[in-house]
Nanobody, 124 residues
Framework: QVQLVESGGGLAPAGDSLRLSCSAS????????MGWFRQALGKEREFVAV?????????SYANSVKGRFTISRDNAKNTVYLQMNSLKPDDTAVYYC????????????????WGQGTQVTVSS
């Protein structure tokens, strides 16, 4: 059974950093596109970042986080990370890890597996 478990969320002041982790079981993260999404209270879930390996490493980021967030993975731990720097109050949301068999997807409908999410709250 596939499971994705997020951790590392919490409360941080604006300008600080957090590192989220997504621990996977039942699949190998290097064989999938692994993405991060977020959903703020009262808003739609939105794409944040995605990473995939196909003879080379490919990443893509939402414009709102480009230059501040970095997605990476540790194959030995079968874990994907989201390093979040220069946090803003607008980054406050539940962050979800997801896995897809398609190429660098940015739409929710392209993802096959989802975690339960971890809350990130950024104070002003």
């Amino acid at each position: 059974q596939v499971q994705l478990v997020e951790s590392g969320g919490g409360l941080a002041p604006a300008g600080d950093s957090l590192r989220l982790s997504c621990s996977a079981s039942g699949l190998t993260v290097n064989n999938y596109a692994m993405g991060w999404f977020r959903q703020a209270l009262g808003k739609e879930r939105e794409f944040v970042a995605v990473i995939r390996w196909n003879d080379d490493l490919y990443t893509s980021y939402a414009n709102s986080v480009k230059g501040r967030f970095t997605i990476s993975r540790d194959n030995a731990k079968n874990t994907v990370y989201l390093q979040m720097n220069s946090l803003k109050p607008d980054d406050t949301a539940v962050y979800y890890c997801a896995a897809s068999r398609t190429w660098l997807p940015t739409s929710m409908i392209r993802y096959d597996y989802w975690g339960q999410g971890t809350q990130v709250t950024v104070s002003s």
